[in-house]
């Protein structure tokens, strides 16, 4: 065996470990949970039905409840998201603002934060002797205290406005990173012909932008999709299910109902399918060809 081959094949058997631990741990489970999701019974006991899972998803009042939520807070929090990411990254570019590594720093701070510990502490802020509540009344902005929790539109706002504060600064740092890559030179000759500062960010900075745009726009996407530590930390899906999304809907199919992890899976499926769907549609919109 000469040299080259010998490299090929210990390269090939790193390579192959990877493969296996791939395939083990991510594409046999997907496998099996389409397969699962032809399956109906209680717990393990599971019965072949065909595609009646997927018709149950039609007429089932939860599951339509569910995906509508998860729907409010996508058209709602990614846009603003999305637009607030990069607003912060251009006003963090400018070379000429202090203390830039602490703002960075301070507004990524909520990305690494955990989870649950960050969707405890939004509970009590917004609970109705919280210190949003307490700030208000102090401010003579309302006159009762907002019911965050308990009220069904304003425990969506709470989602909306938990998730955002966590998730922007992570995306800001992809934004921040392409803006520190375009050259300086294309904003000083659009000074020098006059552009305005909003009309450099509309045609400069947001084409330039383009790929980030659309990365963070279908992470978020999926990651809204998911949705499911934040709901179920702070409102635990209520009041009723005013707030319930579909990862907590499978999360409830599985190990609080009756077990059904045939139909949970059904679930499943239908979030990929969403994703699917999502991600060829800001593919398209974005114009790329290979969508």
């Known amino acids: 065996m000469n040299?080259?081959?010998?490299?090929?094949?210990?390269s090939w058997s790193f390579v192959a470990i990877a493969i296996v631990m791939i395939c083990l741990f991510y594409f046999y489970p997907m496998i099996q949970a389409l397969i699962m999701s032809f399956q109906s019974g209680t717990g393990t006991n599971l019965d072949f039905?065909?595609?009646?899972?997927y018709k149950r998803l039609l007429s089932d009042s939860t599951f339509i409840t569910a995906l509508k939520n998860t729907f409010i807070y996508l058209i709602i929090q990614v846009p603003i998201m999305i637009l607030l990411a990069m607003?912060?990254?251009?006003?963090?570019?400018?070379?000429?603002?202090?203390?830039k590594g602490f703002f960075r720093t301070a507004i990524f701070l909520p990305a690494v934060t955990s989870l649950v510990a960050y969707s405890v502490i939004f509970k009590y802020l917004f609970g109705p002797d919280g210190l949003i509540n307490t700030m208000l009344l102090k401010l003579h902005v309302v006159n009762a205290p907002i019911e965050w929790i308990t009220d069904p539109f304003w425990a969506k706002i709470t989602i909306i406005i938990a998730i955002t504060w966590r998730w922007t600064g992570y995306n800001m740092i992809f934004y921040l990173s392409a803006l520190q890559n375009i050259d300086s030179s294309i904003y000083e000759a659009a000074r020098i012909d006059g552009a305005s500062a909003f009309r450099q960010f509309r045609s400069i900075t947001v084409p330039l932008l383009k790929?980030?745009?659309l990365f963070t726009s279908i992470t978020s996407t999926i990651g809204t999709l998911q949705l499911f530590d934040e709901v179920m930390n702070i409102t635990k899906g209520g009041p009723g299910n005013a707030t319930m999304t579909l990862s907590q809907y499978i999360y409830n199919l599985s190990f609080k109902y009756t077990p059904d992890f045939g139909y949970a899976a059904t679930v499943s499926y239908?979030?990929?399918?969403?994703?699917v769907i999502f991600s060829v549609l800001q593919f398209k919109l974005a114009g790329d060809k290979n969508a």
């Open 211 to 213: 790929p980030i745009i």
């Open 49 to 53: 039905v065909g595609i009646d899972n």
């Open 87 to 99: 607003f912060i990254s251009v006003l963090l570019n400018d070379r000429n603002l202090k203390l």
């Open 270 to 275: 239908a979030i990929v399918i969403l994703i």
């Open 3 to 10: 040299l080259k081959a010998k490299t090929n094949t210990i």
